[in-house]
């Protein structure tokens, strides 16, 4: 084994990997050498460097998880003088082997040179009700032609409340590219830490002409005019953003250059790129109008929200906001420029070859790099899932896989290569800040699920997910649905997603008929999908016991999933989806307007149904 293969295992690349289809995939030269060098690792003498740093040897391991609030002894402290830096409170000075109890949250121990980090978390967070919500696309909550805002979400949640929902979920809210027309997918944002301003209400709009798709070309420009006009920072702003620090002026710095010089960090100018730079700060004095406004944009999108989780916990709910964390990140947005170290370069986030994409996929998502995540305490993690609980009780994850493994593919012809994550320190992560705020997280662990993943979810007490579609006794036959009953019960459970097609649409095949009309399918592998999609929906129907969208939901609430979701798309008898995977503008993507005024949907008949149905599943 050569020194760059011993570094890759080091660093946590896995050699070898089974794709969907069962075939293995080893670790190739070129591969090797592109994830070295997303790691940093350039040249031999980086090679021999990384090597000595890895073997130089550790009082303590780098991190650790502990339980919370139980006392908490290391032998290997024995005779050492140590710092213990709690999060939350002064340091204290010690010697020997017993730190006591130590309370919940991310603390730094120094002694001998070095810092290690301990994670301390409760063991497992606690059981949620069971209880049942709606999916609502917050784009397509508004009708005069503009994009919905939180307003309009405050508005949906307390009419769904009313209703009997006990949460209503929406796609990322994560901060975007306000000054590119295209970038208004919830899954590509520019940094999952900060707001979309998009959605902000700036109270006085023009409406704009109807159309039977949101047309984001003239609808953000009109909504960013809006907001530049009612631009009116008060005290109110000036103290939430004296509490907010550096990370919001980097951003909000960043929104700023973004503005005058393009969206995107990479196509800057170099001095620009460094936000440490003499050019950036001679930026940010000579245009501190322009940061105060990127940085009010964030006040008035948190505030917004927020009056939004308060509207929907009046109304009765016990959750309230639903939101969700994407997988990651872009490669050009303002969170891998105020950190770049954090995320690999030249590598994406994607996914191995399966039935579905026999190339695999690359998404065009920065990954985080594990070892400087580890190095930093995992507090940027906690960064972002404290941000997103702080407006939410219910948090989903988007493929919580990657806690466990992560899919890179390099940019250029090398394949891509999993690399090992830190699941145990990310999972603990995830409990303390959930504990923190009193909410249930909810992992998609879909697709090509790493063994063991499942078990450490259930372990921690995160909830997976379960998708109708999808949940059959494979050994059976694919037409052989899965019965209520063989539902998992720690899952959130529901008929599809964004991402698939809805109940309607499923029985029709229409995207199949999609697939043919954007290349992916010719029309003879369309019709055998098509004789295949109608043995499926007589299969599934025969077990629900009919093909009413009451069929179905009965259905979803005898599960014994503690969490099922409606969607409301189904609610209202649409045929098509949100979003069609692997396109991005051959399908009107996050486009489609729902059509009914945001305080009228928890009237619909099919709303109601529904609340009566979900009531009557056990507490």
Known sequence: MTDRDSLARALGVVPE??????????????????????????????????????????????WQVVEADVPLRLPALEGQAWRLIPEDSPPRDGEGADLGALPMGIHALELSGERAWLLSAPACLPEPPRAWGVTVPLYGLADDGRIGTYRDLAR???SLGRAGADFIGVNPVHAGFPDDVHAFSPYAPAHRGR???????????????????????????ARMAALRAAFAPDDGFLAWRGQQGADLERFALHQAIGALLGAYWHQWPDEMQDPEGDAVRQFAADHAEDV??????????????????DAALAAGMRFGLYLDLAVGTHPSGAETWGRPSLFARGVSLGAPPDAFSAEGQSWGLAPLRPDTLAEDGFRPLQAILRSALSHAKLLRIDHVLGFERAFWVPQGDAPGAY?????????????????????TIVGEDLGNIPEGLREALEESGILGCRVAQFERQWEKGDTAFSPAEAYARGALTSWGSHDLPTWEGWKQGREIDWRVTVGDMDEAAAAQAKTQRAAEVTAFCDLIGGDSLDDLHAFLAET??????????????RVEQPNLPGTVHQHPNWRRWIEVPADGLGQLDAVRRTSIIMANRDS
């Open 17 to 62: 990997y089974k794709d969907a289809t069962d075939t293995v995939h080893a670790l190739t030269p070129e591969a090797r050498d592109a994830i070295l060098a997303a790691f940093g690792v350039l040249t031999d003498d980086d090679v021999a460097a990384r090597l000595a740093r890895i073997a130089a040897e550790r009082v303590l391991p780098l």
């Open 156 to 158: 949906t949640a307390d």
């Open 195 to 221: 707001l979309s301003t998009m959605h902000v209400d700036p109270a006085a709009e023009v409406p704009l002409p109807a159309s039977d798709l949101l047309n984001y070309d003239s609808a953000l420009p």
């Open 292 to 309: 105060t406004f990127h940085a009010w944009l964030q006040y008035m999108a948190d505030r917004q929200l927020a009056d939004a989780q």
């Open 419 to 439: 690399v090992t994550m830190p699941r145990e320190a990310m999972l603990a992560v995830a409990r303390i800040e959930a504990a923190r705020a009193d909410a």
């Open 560 to 573: 014994p999933s503690r969490l099922v979701v409606a969607q409301i798309e189904d609610m209202l008898g």
